[in-house]
């Protein structure tokens, strides 16, 4: 490891010599430099520790690795509990007061996919380019990379007139519910900000102004019970299975070409009795038997709140129209994420953002389509702030067993965040 970071001081300290940045600015891209040992013993630390969204016990003792380094950069410390029914961490919130330019609200997740009865998958350096480990991606390395920003801004005296809330979610891969209370925090400091940054996983040259959001939906069919050989018969009917197929293949052909719009099945179940609970089926049934019932659960991912009640409208009227003989159904719709819709305030994030890279020397960056992002912790803000995400590691393999971060960009996108979050605290207006 000390081989790559070394390399990543090199190639750090010949491109930054050229650029277009003020003497404060390269202070800062200094500090990031000769943290980064620190900085990538933190991210092995905060790796090898599990946290699954289920792991009370490790996200939070993963949110404590980070306390001391808030703690002595002037930051308030907390853990915003939730209550014992919800089953969740809660989320570690770390707060700095100052008196200067726009009040940031910076999100990343402390929770990964991998629970404690998976495979483990510890820190290791792959490469000169390449590290893996257990959520390195999704979203460990986004939040050491907010760690790494924020320290570096205070070595350079960057820091000490900032406004800056720091909001790390314990329960972003399986969002606690309902969510009206597990994220009534973070929308009321929302309130109370400018602007939010979100560090999910990213790119250099890519940032995300806009992502959909997801919603989870249950059908149930009902038919007659009945003689599998009077199948399709005035008496019969067609049973439940026929018209859920009809059903959700009339979404298919009917939604599909609506842009931005997915829905997914992931979940389908028939027989003559279905014993429905929250998040699984049983069935039972017989192949010489018209089934008396069927289960389909999925989820419909949409851009915006108008798109989302169309959505919705759609294909209740599939459902309950045209039915074949013999059947009925009904739908039922979960709110999940809402979406964070596009907006003319987060493009002017977006031109700042462009113009660290260009000053940076990092060339130019893109709107990510919406379509390439699922739903997010920033989605719940985004009506009340000025949203930008995308901004943290890039890498590959998200919730996969060998996700991976790139190391040699992970330095430059620390450097670019910081000095983004420090132009963003000089200024009043955008």
């Known amino acids: 490891m000390k081989k790559i970071v070394f390399l990543v001081f090199i190639s750090i300290g010949l491109n930054a010599s050229a650029q277009k940045l003020s003497s404060t600015e390269k202070k800062i891209i200094d500090a990031v430099n000769k943290q980064l040992p620190q900085?990538?013993?933190?991210?092995?630390?905060?790796v090898n520790i599990n946290s699954g969204t289920m792991n009370i016990k490790g996200v939070r003792a993963s949110g404590e690795v980070l306390r001391a380094s808030f703690e002595k950069m002037g930051f308030t410390v907390e853990w915003m509990k939730m209550p014992d029914s919800i089953k969740t961490a809660g989320h570690f919130v770390a707060v700095k007061k100052?008196?200067?330019g726009k009040k940031i609200l910076m999100l990343a997740h402390l929770d990964t996919v991998f629970e404690p009865d998976m495979p483990s998958n510890p820190f290791k350096i792959l490469n000169d380019s390449t590290a893996t480990g257990q959520g390195i991606l999704?979203?460990?390395?986004?939040?050491?990379?907010?760690v790494a920003a924020l320290e570096a801004l205070n070595k350079a005296g960057a820091l000490k007139d900032a406004n800056i809330t720091v909001y790390f979610t314990g329960d972003e891969e399986v969002g606690g519910i309902p969510s009206v209370i597990t994220r009534a925090d973070v929308?009321?400091?929302?309130?109370?900000?400018?602007v939010a940054l979100s560090f999910e996983g990213g790119q250099i040259n890519k940032v995300t102004t806009s992502r959909r959001g997801a919603d989870n939906w249950r059908l149930f069919v009902y038919g007659k019970q009945a003689h599998s050989s009077g199948i399709f018969s005035e008496k019969a009917g067609y049973g439940a299975i026929y018209e859920a197929v009809r059903i959700i293949d009339s979404f298919r052909t009917g939604l599909s070409a609506l842009p931005y719009l997915t829905f997914n099945p992931g979940l389908f179940a028939g027989g003559t009795t279905v014993i429905d609970s929250v998040d699984n089926v049983k069935v039972y049934g017989k192949d010489n038997i018209i089934a008396s019932k069927t289960t389909v659960m999925g989820d419909v991912r949409f851009l915006g709140e108008k798109q989302r009640a169309e959505v919705r409208t759609l294909m209740k009227n599939i459902v309950i129209n045209n039915n074949l003989n013999g059947t009925n159904a009904e739908i039922f719709f979960n709110d999940g994420i809402p979406s964070m819709e596009p907006k003319e305030g987060n493009k002017k994030l977006f031109l700042e953002i462009n113009k660290v890279n260009a000053d940076m020397g990092l060339g130019e960056v893109l709107?990510?389509?919406?379509?390439e992002r699922g739903a997010g912790d920033i989605s719940f803000i985004a009506d009340y702030i000025l949203s930008i995400?995308?901004?943290?590691p890039s890498g590959a393999g998200s919730h996969a067993p060998g996700e991976t971060i790139n190391t040699k960009q992970y330095p430059l996108l620390i450097q670019r965040a910081a000095i983004f979050i420090f132009r963003l605290s000089q200024k009043k207006d955008l």
């Open 39 to 46: 900085t990538f013993k933190t991210l092995e630390e905060i």
């Open 98 to 100: 100052g008196g200067k």
């Open 138 to 146: 999704d979203d460990k390395g986004g939040v050491v990379l907010v």
């Open 187 to 194: 929308i009321e400091k929302a309130k109370q900000h400018d």
């Open 367 to 371: 709107e990510n389509d919406p379509m």
């Open 389 to 392: 995400d995308g901004l943290g």
